[in-house]
Structures are given as structure tokens and as C-alpha cells.
């Protein structure tokens, strides 16, 4: 048989995902004439296909079943994974029955698994960290610090750029968001000097947001909700500058090259901020404690260092 596919299991958050962008980018360079193929949800699968230029297959399509009676896999799952030259999994473990079950599809595909926690001693962004896990197969591993450097200069996928600024005051827990009255206050005061804003919301936010929070967003400035990640790329790529929280859409601006303010709590940038040329933190203790101020002088400068797209 002949095996010419690499299948990328990944069920994390939308931040997570994007981080491993740079491992299938990886793998496309240095198998040219293989499908790099993750299986993700929906949503994740199109935006990938989008920006990264791969193909993915939706992981509600009973892949489930791995995690226990493996003989209920459907047909079409059974042949991607025995026709898989490789498999790269970021669910569960090495020693797992979803790997096991795995493994048996798969034959002689080695299966390599990785993880998204770094663990407390590790001080290095985390996709490095998921790069040291590659020590194994080194070609592989010398190819992924090879694109994180890319990357880091020049961004993928392609962006028309804009003039005005996309604010996301979402993220997935509260200690993780800048209160939604300093990103209310942001968009005055850049409206104040001549600069338009624009906020985008998820389903994230509609959940965590009461209805006096989306009027007040509303109230200052045009709202936009992105029912999908490919109606959020388009906002992102056609903004002159980004500023959110520790999130996903952080994670997708920055990854794109659009130049982006992110704001950080509890979590250390130095290990999960966004990748990307022109990526900037600003970090607190606590999100509440980030300054208005420091904010509205960063988010100018971005506008006026913008790259021409």
C-alpha cells in the first residue's frame, strides 16, 4: 500500500490549534508529495484549510470510538488511518488505549504523540516545548524550528490589511479579559483621535457577555459577530491593528501578520503569547491592573508602524 497521508489528531482550544500550525506546516515542506490532513472539528478544519493550506477531515465523524470499541470506526476513518504514512496526535497518551487503537489501523505509520503542557519547569514558548518533543525524529524537529522562525518574520497566509483597529474583549475565562469598560474607553479615545474601531464577538462571548455588555460594546462602536473562525479571519485580515486578551483570535491575528496588541494576566506570555512578526504583549498581574493609558499609546503606535499588506 502505498501510504502518502499524515493525519494530525488535535481536540484543544482554538489558541492551542493554532500553535501547531507550524508542526503541519513542517511536515508539508518536508513530505511535498504526502496530504497533511488534521482531524479537528469543523470549524478549526476550514480555517486551516484556509490560512495553513492544508486539508482536514471533521473528528465527529466517529473517531470517538478510538477512546474504546475501535472495531465501530467507520470504513472512511479506518482507511485514512491505514493509509496514514504517519499520525501525530495531541490526544491522550503514548500508553493509551487511543493510541493503541491507533497504532493497530495504522501498522507501521509511526505514531507520534505530543503534548500542549509544558510543565513547571519548562520557561520556553511552547511551541519550542513541542519541538524538543520531536528529539526523536530530528529532521522533523530541525524543520519545525526552521518555520517557527519563519513565522516569527514573516507571519502565513495572506492579509489585505485596513486603517481601523479590531477589538476582542472575549476570552475564555474572566481572569483572562481586560474589563469590557477600559475596552469601551479604548474606542473612544481612539475615535477621539481620528481612528475607527470596530468589535468582533464569538460564541464564546455571547455566552460569558450579559445583554448590558453587548449594548455598551455597541453603543461606541460597530459589533460584529463571527458565527465561524473563516467570518473571524476576514475581520482579522483586513484590520490595520488587533487588540484582545490572552485568546484564540489573538493567537489568529498575530499568526497572520496583522500587528497585535495582546493583553495578559495570569498566564505567561513568555510561553503562550501569540506567534507572529508583529506581535506585542502588555502583562499584568492582573488584567485589571493594565492601564488604559498604555494601552491606547500602544494600539497608536501599531497603527503607525503597520506594514503596507
Known amino acids: 500500500m ?13 489558541g492551542d490549534f493554532i500553535l501547531t500550525w507550524p508542526l503541519a506546516l513542517a511536515l508539508g515542506r518536508l513530505f511535498a508529495q504526502s496530504r497533511v490532513i488534521y482531524v479537528v472539528g469543523t470549524d478549526k478544519g476550514k480555517l486551516a484549510e484556509r490560512v495553513a493550506r492544508v486539508e482536514a477531515v471533521d473528528s465527529e465523524a466517529g ?5 474504546g470499541d475501535a472495531s465501530k470506526l467507520p470504513e472512511t476513518s479506518q482507511r485514512l488511518l491505514t493509509g496514514a504514512q ?4 495531541f490526544i491522550g497518551r503514548a500508553d493509551d488505549v487511543w493510541t493503541a487503537n491507533v497504532k493497530r489501523f495504522a501498522g507501521e505509520a509511526p505514531v507520534i504523540s505530543l503534548s500542549m503542557s509544558p510543565g513547571q519547569a519548562n520557561q520556553r514558548h511552547i511551541t519550542h516545548h513541542l519541538a524538543e518533543q520531536l528529539i526523536e525524529t530530528p529532521i522533523i524537529q530541525q524543520a519545525v524550528v526552521q518555520l517557527l522562525r519563519s513565522i516569527n518574520d514573516r507571519g502565513i497566509g495572506s492579509r489585505t490589511g485596513g486603517k481601523d483597529v479590531v477589538l476582542h474583549p472575549g476570552a475564555g475565562s474572566r481572569s483572562k479579559r481586560w474589563p469590557i469598560e477600559k475596552f469601551v474607553s479604548l474606542a473612544i479615545r481612539l475615535r477621539e483621535v481620528g481612528i475607527s474601531s470596530r468589535f468582533v464577538i464569538g460564541e464564546v462571548e455571547r455566552e460569558h457577555f450579559t445583554e448590558a455588555d453587548i449594548q455598551r460594546l455597541s453603543a461606541q462602536s460597530s459589533l460584529h459577530f463571527c458565527a465561524t473562525l473563516l467570518n473571524l479571519h476576514d475581520h482579522l485580515a483586513t484590520a490595520g491593528a488587533f487588540v ?9 491575528a498575530g499568526i497572520i501578520g496583522v500587528p497585535t496588541l495582546s493583553l495578559f494576566g495570569p498566564t505567561d506570555p513568555a510561553i503562550w503569547q501569540p506567534l507572529g512578526p508583529r506581535v ?4 499584568a ?3 485589571d491592573e493594565i492601564e488604559l493609558t498604555e ?3 500602544a494600539t497608536r503606535e501599531k497603527l503607525q508602524n503597520r506594514p503596507v499588506p
Not at 473517531?63 to 477512546?67: A, D, E, K, S
Not at 484582545?244 to 489568529?252: E, I, R
Request: hydrophobic fraction near 45%.
Open 244 to 252: 484582545g486578551n490572552d485568546s484564540g483570535p489573538g493567537h489568529l
Open 295 to 297: 494601552v491606547f499609546h
Open 86 to 89: 504517519m499520525v501525530v496526535s
Open 280 to 283: 506585542t504583549v502588555i502583562r
Open 285 to 287: 498581574s492582573s488584567t
Open 2 to 14: 502505498l501510504r502518502r497521508s499524515i493525519l494530525i489528531f488535535h481536540a484543544g482550544a482554538l
Open 63 to 67: 473517531w470517538h470510538h478510538l477512546f
